[in-house]
C-alpha cells in the first residue's frame, strides 16, 4: 500500500523521486506527489492519477532542490483526488509529510486539535498527524525529529512516515511501525523507500527500519537511528542481493508477462542448494533448525491471504497427503480476530510475498503469545515477517513488480513442496521410492514449465473467444481445486471479470445453475485419482452447452474429444501438478486483460502489499 521514495544528498532530487514513484507505483496509484526543500523553500507538487500525470504537471515547476520525498498514494481515508493526495502540509506551511499506513485514532486527535484552532483542507487522516507534530513542535519548543518522536507516541495504527521542515532544511526524519521502510547508503547522500527498488540504482547499502523506530538523515552525511522511546540504535547494514535489471520489464510488454515466463527460472532458483534428488536430499534451513518440534507438531496452521492464501490450501493437501500432519489454512484477516485456540505444540506458517501483509503480521503476534512455533515463508529479504518469526524460508523469485502474483504463487507451492517432501521422508509417512520418484519429477518441472509456456499463442487464441464473457466457473479437484480458485482469481483481478472457483463435485450444489451456451468453463483435468469424476464433470457442463476449456494430461485423447478447447500439460506426479497447471490459468487471465484494454500491471483498486489491515 503506497509508495514511499526520499533522498537527501549532493544531487538534484526530482529525478530520483520521479523514477522512484515509477518503481513503487504497483504499490499505488490513486495520486502521486512530491516535497521539494531548498534552503527555506518548500515546494509541493501533487496530483490525482499516476506518476506520469504528477511528471507532466511538474515540467514547467521549480524542481532544483537536493532535498525531496515523493509518494505514490493507494486510497485509504478519502477518495483518490488532489486534495487528498499526499504530501500534506502542517497549517503554518512549515511541515510537509507522506504516509503509509493507517492512523486509527485520528478522529480523536482530530477533534483535539480543531479545538485548538487547527483547519484541515483533506479526508486523510495523515493531515491530522501532520497538524499533530506542528502543535508539537510549537508548544513544546522542540526540534522536528523531537517533535515527530513524541507525536508518534500519541498515535494508534500503523505507518512509514518521511517529514521535512524547512525551519530546519538540511535534514528528513523518518519512522516506521507496521509499513515497511528501508534507508539506503550512499556516498554522503541516503535515501528512503518503501522497498528497495528505488534505491538499488544508487547503493547497494541499505538498513531495514524496525518497528518504532526514527531515523533522522542530514545533509553533511551524518545519520540516527532511534527508538521511539528515545534510545540511540546500532543499526545493521545489509548488501541487497539485487540487480536493475531484475526491475525493469526486460523486452516484454507488461511485468505480469515477464513473470509469468521466468517461472521456470524462479521455480529452479527456488530449488538451488535446497535439493539434491540423486542423493535424496532436501535442505530447508529453517526446517531443520526445528524439525523435531515441526515432525510432532499437533497440527500446522498456515495463515496467508490472497494468493499467498491459495498457496497454502495446496500445502494443506501436501502436508496432510504427503507428511499426515494435521494441517488448516486459515485467512489471516479471520484468524486474528476469532479467538483462535493456539498451543505451544502448533506451527504456524505465515505464507507472504512481501513479508509486510498487516494481517498475516498481526495472526504471527498472536501466534507468538500463545507460544506456537512460528514459520515464515516470503520473498522479501529483510522484511517483516523474516524478521519476527521463529525461523523460515525466502522463495528467491526475485522482484515481484505486476501486483497479481505469479511467480511469487510458485515459488511458494516449490517450497510447500519441499517441506512436505522433507518431512514426509523424515517421519517416514511415504515410501523411499515414492520420496525419489517426487524429488527426479520435482528436479524436472522448470523444463515442463518451458514446455507449458509454448502453449502462449493457443491460449491467446482462447481469450480473443472469451474476452467479452460476463462470467466464468473454474472447476478443480484434489490438489488442483485450489489452482481453480487461483485461476478465478487472477480473471477477477486483471480482467474484472467475475469469475467463480469450484470444487468441481460442488458444481452441482448451485454453481451449475449459471451454465449455459455464454458461459466459459475451465476445469482442471489432470488428475489421474478422480479422472472419471472430472469427465463426468465436463459431460454434465457440456449438456447444459457450456464452453469448456480443459486442462489435461498429454495424450489424453478422450477429453479432448469432448471440450471445445484443451491445453496438455506433460505427464507430472499428481501432488507437482498445481506447479504447471496454473500457467495456462495465468496466461489466459493476461491474455483477456489485455485484449479488454485492461492496465494489467496495476489494476484498479488494488496494490501490491497490503501493509494496513
Known sequence: MCGIV???????????????????????????????????????????????????????????????????RWATHGEPNHTNAHPHVSGNGNIALIHNGIIENYEAIKYALSKKGHQFESETDTEILTHLIEEIQYKEAVSIEEAVRLALGQVVGAYAIVVIDKTAPNKIIAARKGSPLVLGLGENEFFLASDASPIIEYTKNVIYINDEELVSISTDGSFTIKTIDNEIQ??????????????????????????IHQQSTTIADA?????????????????????????????????????????????????????????????ASEFRYRNPIISNKDIVIAISQSGETADTLAALELAREKDALTYGLCNVVGSSIARVTNAGSYIHAGPEIGVASTKAFTGQLTLLILMALQLAYRKGTISASYYFQLLNELENIPQKVTKVLGNDSKIRYIANLWKDSSNALYLGRGYNFPIALEGALKLKEISYIHAEGYPAAEMKHGPIALIDENMPVIIIATNDSVREKLISNIQEVKARKGKVLAIINEGDTQIQKMVDHYVELPPTAEPLTPLLSVIPLQLLAYHIAVLRGCNVDQPRNLAKSVTVE
Not at 518440534?293 to 499437533?298: E, F, G, L, S
Open 234 to 259: 546500532t543499526p545493521f547494514i545489509q548488501k541487497l542481493d539485487m540487480e536493475i535489471e531484475m526491475i525493469e520489464k526486460g523486452g516484454y510488454e507488461h511485468y505480469m508477462l515477464k513473470e
Open 6 to 72: 526520499a533522498y537527501v544528498g549532493a544531487k538534484k532530487a526530482y529525478p530520483i523521486l520521479i523514477k522512484g514513484l515509477q518503481r513503487l507505483e504497483y504499490r499505488g496509484y490513486d495520486s502521486a506527489g512530491i516535497a521539494l526543500l531548498e534552503n527555506d523553500k518548500l515546494n509541493i507538487y501533487k496530483r490525482q492519477g499516476k506518476v506520469k500525470d504528477l511528471e507532466k504537471y511538474t515540467k514547467d515547476k521549480d524542481i532544483s532542490a537536493t532535498i525531496g520525498m515523493g509518494h505514490t
Open 271 to 331: 530449488m538451488r542448494g535446497r535439493l539434491n534428488a540423486k542423493q535424496g536430499i532436501i535442505t530447508l534451513g529453517g526446517i531443520n533448525e526445528f524439525e523435531n518440534r515441526i515432525r510432532n507438531a499437533d497440527r500446522l496452521i498456515i495463515v496467508a491471504c490472497g494468493t499467498s492464501w491459495i498457496a497454502g490450501s495446496i500445502g494443506e493437501y501436501l502436508f496432510e497427503d504427503l507428511a499426515r500432519i494435521p494441517t488448516e489454512v486459515e485467512y
